[in-house]
């Protein structure tokens, strides 16, 4: 029984029970992108989405974490991952919707922006679970280089069923695939690794070493980097062999890691384990850039929809909470942070799906959209996730001490927000990758020109910091000590145009302010008073949910 002093009030509800697509930049953007037939589907994941059920199913997917059982009763090596059910349903909503390898089976044009989509409003659930995901939409176009077994496989990874457990590979009814890239001695430098591949009588390979971060190891496929006589080449790596035998896949140990604790990060090693070559001996990092590609544009996804989920969860406390007299959404100064919280947003979303779009029509020929994703990627990759941890905080502090407290959701999502950023190479390896681009695809940077120059005299601030940039994009001695200047600047000037191009006036007016203008604090919620809040605060779904 409650004492009487034990009255709940001015308590926010849970944030359940909506619609997480009902997001008008969002929707904007899947029109804009060429996938507007796909928003009764997105519609439909994102009621699922916001269901009390599915919130539930993020949350003990992260509790209960995955446990490895390296050794049967017996002493046999079976090297298995246990999960919870709720991971379990998640995996089989993302497969089931096509947010895995079932887009490289359609050739409708904005496939792969519509995938974009529902991979935002499904991972604003959870996070971890998305790695497998990811990685098994990046491997089905790397497996063609061998037509052989991209003929076998490709259909399964294509498929949208959902059927875990260790099994012969051909004999499922979906497969999920896996990349075995980074070595303790390298890291991002592939080509220090010292996994060996040596060729079989048969055809197969064998290869001998130990990888450092292999996530997802109940996956059924793998495409792993090894030395081969060559050069460092790429292979296919299956965890049961056609013939029902388990390959030898040892799983040292799971990751501690920060955040991501719902899915299994491994150390497996390989000792005559069976493999098949994919692509030209010694043509391994060229394998890793194409598959690189799609998981990086991944990553923008990801932190972009973290992102939102954090502005979401912030303007929800603060449109019921109450304090000193009055709802904290009317104070003006929690109005600025969350305003200026909704423009990093916006800005992120409208990237993501910028950079989808231009996935999706450079595979259907359009070399102009194939030379501006190659830096698009890349500067959407460092910028967005850079800036994810700290939207990410400034929402949780929105909520006080609630925000601390795990009940919440939000501690999760800021464990979380890093990850991207180190995933596909931290913000160094991508700043570095822009300048290689700069010097050596011209192509590229007239593409990147084109998009910025498509916005010229929408707004006098933005054409001026694009006058600044264009001089830093022809490379000074000192370039690689400036990269991380540069490629913030890139993007704020590619965000800015964008928003210039697409976004209400307000939005972009703000914007361009406060980002290219120089009228910005350090922190969130430093807008100007020349702002027009209500007409960027209408852009934040949960104050209308």
Partial sequence: MAGRTHEVTNQVPPLVGHDVAADPVLLEGLKREGADWYADDLHRI?????????QRWGDEANRFEPELRTHDRYGNRVDEVGF???????????????????????????????????FMVWSSVEQGHGCPISMTYAVVPALRANAELAAEYEPLLTSRVYDPGLRAPLGKRGLLAGMGMTEKQGGSDVRANTTTATPAPDGTWRLRGHKWFTSAPMN????????????LSCFFVPRVL?????????????????????????EPEFDDTVAWLVGAEGRGVRMIIEMVTMTRLDCILGAASGTRAALNQAAHHVRYREAFGSRLIDKALMRNVIADLALESEAATTLALRVAGAADRSLHGHEGERAFLRLATVVGKYWVCKRQPAAVAEALECLGGNGYDEASGMPRLYREAPL???????????ALDVL??????????????????????GDGRLDAAWRGLQAELVLSEDAELRARRLVERMALV?????????????VADAFCASRLDG???AAFGTLSSGVDFDGVLTRVPALGW
């Fill in 46 to 54: 994102g009621v699922l989405a916001g269901t009390e059920e599915v």
């Fill in 84 to 118: 919870h059910p709720s991971y379990h349903a998640l995996m089989d909503v993302a497969v089931r919707e096509g947010l895995a390898g079932a887009p490289w089976g359609q050739h409708k044009p904005g496939t792969h922006v519509a995938r974009a989509a529902g």
């Fill in 220 to 231: 059924d496929v793998f495409l792993v980097l090894a030395q081969a006589p060559g050069g």
């Fill in 242 to 266: 056609p013939d029902g035998t388990r390959n030898t896949f040892l799983i040292q140990r799971l990751k501690d890691k920060l955040g991501n604790r719902s899915n299994a990060s491994s």
């Fill in 420 to 430: 991207n950023g180190i995933w596909e190479g931290s913000g160094n390896v991508n």
């Fill in 436 to 457: 290689r681009a700069l010097v050596r695809e011209p192509e590229a940077v007239a593409a990147f020109r084109a998009e910025v120059d498509a916005a010229a005299g």
């Fill in 494 to 506: 590619l965000q800015g145009a964008l928003l210039v191009r697409h976004a209400p006036s307000a």
């Fill in 519 to 521: 009228d910005h604090g």
